[in-house]
């Protein structure tokens, strides 16, 4: 079913305002999505009727706010497709989700052994591995990409050893939009005893996602990527692993009994989540959620694709414009990533912003795969639900006078 | 622009260390070579790898300091670098045009300042 997106668009009230004088033309959503006014309203509802601190609380108004809470955690453990709710351990963002097993799984290395990460990660799922291997003495190893930039699944094999605890990459490629093959990536790191991390930042909120069909044994995102409020996210992680693994932080609602002498820890999710968490944060993103449902993942993965080769086909034929070899067609998002050639990304997108067009223009927090390309950054247009062919027509109008003007 | 697509001052002087700098924003690249004389600079020659802004600034901004003390140029402020563009640019590319003065800042000897 296409996507109705003159009443999608009426749900997203920024959508119809002016950028210096012109209909904004939000570009933007790798790096974040606008909001559907049903979370504000959700917003209103919760303060006005149900607010209180979640967990501890013996009153009817405090258990009504975590029926709420706890009821934010069964609806995002089923949009990922979790066995169970407490499977999933709200954090901050995706980043912190990668930082938390960074930090539990510090506890279970020693020096020798390996991870397994893609040079196109975004410094999120990167970093994290760079400095634990520089701490613990061990071998970070990177996949390559294949000439059009893909995953290499060659690569990944031949550098996947029986010392390889970890694999860490992307469901979808934040720069090139490719999405990766992480079912059968699993499949093999498991057959080799590592554990995997997927980073689902980019593929959450956009396709739909079972974390038990692919078998990793985490899975981070981020609820602001995908209509929710920012500061919330989420780690999904199996029962089973979850619980050999020590807690993150140290505080309250993690312990189960604390004495002078000692402490013992509550269950996964709970040992994972120290101090008063974003209650609301958590409830909107259910909220969001909802919203997401009744369009369906679907339809929204379709429009998705229906818009990146739209723009695709456009650009490729625009002599001017380089997507930088990432030619691949099949297997992608709604995400381009290319250059105006001759002019740099900043001064591109600086113009655009003067025809109300929003787009990334940098390295978006992946300086490695920059440097496979050979650039110091690029443009990337990102595309949601909400946005239309008539968008990209106007990208691509914006895109003809900047050359015009820079090159 | 005129600055940006005729650049001033660029190109190497020999015998003088080169001082690489990397704007962390956006990647864009600099090699300054700057040579001082009696507390003062003598010459400057620049490659840059950067946008319209970074590469007008680094332009105005090498001509300016021709000649100049090493201790004025020391005290020039980001506000005063806005100055010389004609205008402060929006927030978030403010560091491409302050990006030739830090890397400048690098190049420049620390005693006597």
Excluded at chain 1, 153 to 176: E, G, I, P, Y
Excluded at chain 2, 58 to 69: A, D, L
Aim: hydrophobic content about 40%.
């Amino acid at each position: 079913m296409a996507l109705d997106s003159k009443k999608i668009r009426k749900d997203f009230p920024i959508l119809s305002r002016k950028i210096n004088g012109r209909a904004l033309v939000y570009l933007d959503n790798a790096a974040t999505t606008q909001k559907p006014k049903a979370i504000l309203e959700k917003l209103k509802k919760h303060y006005d009727r149900a607010h209180a601190n979640v967990h501890r609380g013996v009153y009817g108004l405090a258990e009504e706010a975590t029926r709420e809470f706890e009821g934010a955690r069964k609806k995002i453990s089923d949009f990922v497709g979790a066995k169970l709710p407490s499977e999933i351990i709200f954090t901050r963002n995706a980043t912190e989700a990668v930082n938390l097993i960074a930090y539990s799984l510090a506890k279970k290395l020693k020096r020798g052994d390996r991870i397994l990460t893609a040079v196109s990660e975004h410094h999120s799922n990167f970093v994290p591995w760079l400095r634990l291997s520089k701490e613990l003495g061990l071998k970070l190893d990177i996949i390559s990409l294949t000439l059009g930039r893909n995953f290499d699944f060659a690569d990944f094999k031949k550098k996947l050893t029986k010392r390889t605890k970890l694999v860490a990459v992307a469901h979808v490629s934040n720069v090139s939009g490719y999405v990766y093959p992480v079912q059968k990536i699993a499949r093999e790191a498991h057959k080799a005893g590592a554990l995997v991390l997927v980073d689902g930042a980019q593929s959450a909120g956009h396709m739909p996602v079972d974390v038990k069909k692919i078998d990793c044994d985490f899975f981070a995102f981020s609820a602001h990527k995908m209509g929710g409020p920012s500061g919330v996210g989420a780690l999904y992680g199996k029962k089973e692993i979850l619980e050999k693994f020590e807690p993150f932080l140290s505080g309250g609602e993690m312990i189960r009994e604390v004495s002078t002498k000692d402490a013992s820890w509550n269950d996964a999710p709970w040992k994972f989540e120290a101090g008063t968490p974003n209650i609301e944060g958590a409830i909107l993103w259910g909220e969001a959620i909802d919203y997401l449902k009744k369009i369906g993942m679907k339809n929204i993965e379709r429009h998705e694709k229906d818009l990146f080769k739209y723009a695709f086909v456009k650009m490729r034929k625009l002599p001017f414009i380089d997507l930088m070899k990432m030619l691949d067609l099949g297997g992608r998002t709604g995400i381009i990533s290319f250059n105006i050639k001759g002019v740099h990304a900043h001064d591109a997108a600086t113009i655009l912003d003067r025809y109300g067009i929003c787009v990334r223009a940098g390295h978006h927090c992946a300086q490695p795969f920059m440097r496979e390309l050979g650039v110091p950054a690029t443009l990337r247009a990102s595309f949601w639900l909400y946005n239309t062919r008539r968008e990209i027509d106007m990208l691509i109008s914006a895109l003809r006078k900047v050359h015009r003007a820079l090159a | 622009m005129e600055h940006a697509r005729n650049p001033r001052n660029t190109g190497w002087i020999k015998g003088v260390r080169a001082i690489r700098a990397k704007n962390p924003f956006c990647g864009d690249e600099a090699e300054i070579f700057l040579k001082i004389k009696n507390g003062k600079v003598e010459d400057i020659k620049y490659e840059i790898q950067g946008c319209i802004l970074s590469k007008a600034t680094m332009s105005i901004f090498s001509e300016y300091i021709k000649g100049k003390p090493v201790s004025t140029i020391a005290k020039i402020k980001d506000k005063d670098i806005f100055k010389m563009l004609g205008g402060a640019p929006t927030p978030s590319r403010q560091n491409c045009a302050t990006f030739g003065f830090e890397a400048l800042k690098l190049a420049l000897p620390k005693e006597g300042i």
